[in-house]
């Protein structure tokens, strides 16, 4: 299983990170982590997405940070809210810091930073409004047998 590769401080760490961006922006952010990908990346993480119902946010403003971790792949994917407002290569900044960690095997930190810096970024477009739901669980999840 891919959780084996976490800790339950590293879980927690992750979530508080989750958490601590969607304070700053309505951006909807998970983390979904799975042993392999023998499919292009981008399609499987748009499965993922589609799997995790992640298009249902009211603004579309959905994020998923997908890893593959044996098979050393990663991809940032935003929903369609998200997608008409920012500019493109708005995802390459936060892949590059990302993936200099990842190339470390400094996982829990890579996903840290870039969620840091989604919700820094995304919070220029999508603000944090007083009534702010959470509609996207912070946990991260495992696994290619999503339900
Ligand atoms: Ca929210
Ligand atoms: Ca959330």
Known sequence: MAKAYFSDSDLQTIRKAIGEAENHTSGELRVHVEK????????????????????????????????????????????????????????????????EKLKQNRIVEALQVGIAMAGEKLKVHFPVSHDDEDELSNEVSFGGDIK
Do not use: P
């Open 36 to 99: 392999h990908c023998k499919e292009d990346v981008m399609d499987r993480a748009a499965f993922v997405f589609e799997k995790l119902a992640m298009h249902k946010t009211a603004e579309r403003s959905g994020v998923l940070f997908y890893l593959s971790l044996e098979d050393h792949k990663f991809a940032i994917l935003g929903d369609a809210g998200i997608n008409q407002k920012v500019e493109e290569g708005f995802w390459d900044e936060i892949k590059d810091r990302m993936v």
